[in-house]
């Protein structure tokens, strides 16, 4: 019997893995950094990762975190780490509290309070940037940034033996860039697109996207601190970003009609660009 619910989705080197059903679960993993984006109710593809990161504390994104911790605390895993918007670690501090009496095991776990702005190191190539979402309760989206060296155009002619003197000089020959590789949104109205130039250039932007027709308006959707198609709609043309990966829509719609309606609505131009996650 296989424990596998998830699904996976690759675009270029990027390889995603997880389930998001608005209400019911949203959990997203980049397996190759150890991450994940919100840990659902907790499940087996999340165990051997060593950060999680945590948009908002509403169940269907946050439920799993006290089940991870103890599923660690029978093994040898290492300490895990938890990145949550400050208002959360309290709280959750003392609902781990109760859960270490009620199972009598020992947990062993970091949760860490992060604000837009704080740099989180993943390793000395990649390292995760939390930006400001607008939801019902505190909430955040993470970006993860990849370091990138690239040669001075003038020094572009340049041949090895002459690059390598230039290095031995002491001379800095390449540029060093930060490139938004991934972002995740958790639960969000639009605004978080402005937020923040880099999520619009986010090689890959993973965004809820609750409604997707007329069945529910812009106003509902925006009360309940969530996204609605119309509203992406109008701003594809802003998002550089070279695929749109739409999560979070509501068990309203099934996967196939979720399917259907994004191949009516979404301009032929932006077709290519625009995916729904596969797992719900
Ligand atoms: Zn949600
Ligand atoms: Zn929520």
Redesign the pocket.
């Known amino acids: 019997m296989s424990l596998a619910v998830e699904s996976t989705w690759s675009f270029d080197d990027i390889n995603l893995c997880g389930l998001s059903l608005?209400?019911i679960r949203?959990s997203i993993a980049l397996p190759q950094l150890s991450l994940c984006f919100d840990v659902a109710q907790g499940f087996p593809f999340q165990f051997h990762l060593k950060r999680y990161f945590i948009s908002h504390g509403?169940l269907?994104?946050a439920a799993g975190i006290p089940y991870l911790i103890s599923q660690k605390a029978m093994t040898s895993l290492p300490t895990p780490n938890f990145y949550m918007p400050v208002s959360l670690v309290n709280p959750l501090q003392e609902i781990m509290k109760i859960w270490q009496k009620v199972e009598g095991h020992e947990y062993q776990f970091n949760f860490h309070a992060v604000e837009p702005g704080h740099i989180i190191e993943i390793d000395p190539r990649h390292f995760v940037r939390p930006f400001s979402t607008v939801h019902r309760i505190d909430s955040l989206g993470y970006t993860v940034f990849k370091k990138t060296k690239k040669l001075k155009p003038e020094f572009r002619d340049r041949s090895e033996t002459e690059l390598m003197q230039l290095r031995k000089q002491g001379q800095i020959i390449q540029d060093e860039r930060e490139v938004p590789m991934v972002s995740f949104t958790?639960?969000t109205q639009i605004e978080f697109l402005f937020k923040e130039d880099w999520i619009r250039k986010s090689k890959i932007l993973i965004m809820?996207a609750t409604y997707l027709d007329d069945s529910k308006t812009i106003e509902h959707a925006r009360k309940w601190g969530h996204t609605h198609l119309d509203e992406i709609l109008q701003h594809l043309d802003e998002i550089e970003s070279e695929r749109i990966v739409l999560i979070?829509t509501s068990s309203r719609y099934s996967f196939q009609r979720a399917l259907e309606i994004l191949k009516e609505r979404i301009p032929s131009r932006h077709a290519e660009r625009v995916i729904l996650f596969p797992g719900r």
């Open positions: 608005s209400g949203t509403h269907d994104h958790g639960d809820e979070h």
